[in-house]
């Protein structure tokens, strides 16, 4: 009987080899990083205590501060930025962060300061900094990280015509018109920061101490009058 031929063997090229190799290693450290990650956030009895009581002391800070005379502001219009707070605040500072559209870290409104804005500062300062955005602020908030609200959606100001549509009835036809009214406290500010999201800036490199000490006592948070626009200089 004739001896078989052997058959030769399959050849893989060199660089099917190194992708197959490169997504084995991405695979490991992918199954890595969620064990990981699920031992993490297990969360054991001391943790939620800890957390319960750094609520409670937030909340009954807030009651002091309450009951102190409300801050004095000298401007027209201001910028709140959040700074802090996550695990550590009690649910009523959360809503009031809320309020005043502070839902995530480092977001920002433009606002006009009235006793009730100003009652709701006293209320969260510790994760706050504000102060007095001047002309050259607003306009590169407003080309660098505006975005208007359209169903619901984000839309990037990319189009005078998105204005228009929007605002045009109030005579706001293009982003100058949004920066005057904002700038002014024009009389169709309200509308023009409705029309818009939050700004979302970007964490500074620089500027932030992580504090809750009082930006005059030397931290980071509460009024920082004319230089928030040097903290806004390193965030957009």
């Given at each position: 009987?004739?001896?078989?031929?052997?058959?030769?063997?399959?050849?893989?090229?060199?660089?099917?080899?190194?992708k197959?190799?490169?997504?084995?290693?991405?695979?490991?450290?992918?199954k890595?990083?969620?064990?990981?990650?699920?031992?993490?956030?297990?969360?054991?009895?001391?943790?939620?205590?800890?957390?319960?009581?750094?609520?409670?002391?937030?909340?009954?800070?807030?009651?002091?501060?309450?009951?102190?005379?409300?801050?004095?502001?000298?401007?027209?219009?201001?910028?709140?930025?959040?700074?802090?707070?996550?695990?550590d605040?009690?649910?009523?500072?959360?809503?009031?962060?809320?309020?005043?559209?502070?839902?995530?870290?480092?977001?920002?409104?433009?606002?006009?300061?009235?006793?009730?804005?100003?009652?709701?500062?006293?209320?969260?300062?510790?994760?706050?900094?504000?102060?007095?955005?001047?002309?050259?602020?607003?306009?590169?908030?407003?080309?660098?990280k505006?975005l208007?609200?359209?169903?619901?959606?984000?839309?990037?100001?990319?189009?005078?015509?998105?204005?228009?549509?929007?605002?045009?009835?109030?005579g706001?036809?293009?982003?100058?018109?949004?920066?005057?009214?904002?700038?002014?406290?024009?009389?169709?500010?309200?509308?023009?920061?409705?029309?818009?999201?939050?700004?979302?800036?970007?964490?500074?490199?620089?500027?932030?101490?992580?504090?809750?000490?009082?930006?005059?006592?030397?931290?980071?948070?509460?009024?920082?009058?004319?230089?928030?626009?040097?903290?806004?200089?390193?965030?957009n």
């Amino acid at each position: 009987m004739a001896e078989e031929n052997p058959k030769p063997l399959n050849y893989i090229p060199e660089v099917i080899l190194k992708k197959r190799k490169s997504r084995e290693a991405w695979a490991l450290r992918k199954k890595e990083q969620f064990q990981h990650k699920n031992f993490q956030s297990i969360k054991k009895p001391e943790d939620f205590i800890h957390e319960y009581r750094n609520q409670e002391v937030d909340l009954i800070r807030m009651k002091r501060r309450v009951k102190r005379k409300l801050p004095q502001v000298h401007s027209n219009v201001l910028i709140i930025i959040r700074i802090q707070g996550k695990k550590d605040m009690h649910p009523k500072t959360r809503k009031v962060l809320y309020s005043l559209g502070l839902r995530s870290m480092f977001s920002a409104v433009l606002v006009k300061p009235s006793e009730g804005i100003m009652a709701k500062l006293q209320r969260v300062e510790p994760y706050v900094t504000y102060g007095y955005p001047n002309l050259k602020s607003i306009k590169e908030l407003i080309y660098k990280k505006g975005l208007a609200r359209m169903d619901g959606r984000k839309v990037p100001l990319t189009d005078n015509s998105i204005i228009e549509q929007e605002l045009g009835k109030f005579g706001v036809v293009c982003i100058e018109d949004m920066v005057h009214q904002l700038y002014n406290a024009g009389p169709h500010f309200k509308e023009v920061v409705r029309f818009m999201w939050p700004f979302v800036l970007n964490k500074p490199a620089e500027g932030l101490k992580g504090s809750k000490t009082l930006f005059k006592e030397g931290g980071d948070t509460g009024n920082r009058e004319d230089l928030i626009n040097e903290l806004i200089d390193k965030m957009n």
